[in-house]
């Protein structure tokens, strides 16, 4: 990093501010366009539970990672280095954070299965 150059950060709120601007219809004059976020695009075959919307991920936190619950969605993504923004429109929860670690893909997912356990106990 170079001297006297400060990086912009964000701060949670400005995550969800930002992620609750296209979920709330502020950024599209087509109230059907929040649809193709969440419109099935790709499913990864070796990943049932979580699939691609159009620049989305949309995560299926089912029975098996939350027993004694109903399924409820996660819509948003994660990052190469452990970052998580996503919302459960069931609950309407958001939840982000981050482990910066670059091999942490996995960790958001399991962190987030836990934190839904967590608010609904």
Do not use: K
């Not at 949670?12 to 976020?37: C, E, N, Q, V, Y």
């Not at 949309?58 to 996503?86: D, E, K, Y």
């Amino acid at each position: 990093m170079c001297r006297g150059i400060r990086r912009p950060r964000s701060t949670i709120g400005d995550l969800l501010t930002f992620h609750r601007a296209p979920l709330g219809g502020a950024l599209f004059h087509d109230a059907r366009s929040i649809d193709l976020f969440t419109e099935r695009r790709n499913r990864l075959r070796n990943i049932p539970i979580l699939r691609y919307g159009l620049g989305t991920m949309i995560f299926t936190v089912g029975r098996l990672m939350s027993p004694g619950h109903r399924p409820v969605t996660l819509i948003g993504h994660s990052g190469a280095t452990g970052t998580w923004l996503f919302h459960c429109p069931e609950l309407d929860l958001h939840l982000a954070g981050t482990v910066d670690q670059t091999r942490g893909q996995a960790v958001p997912f399991r962190v987030m299965a836990r934190c839904l356990r967590a608010w609904r106990s």
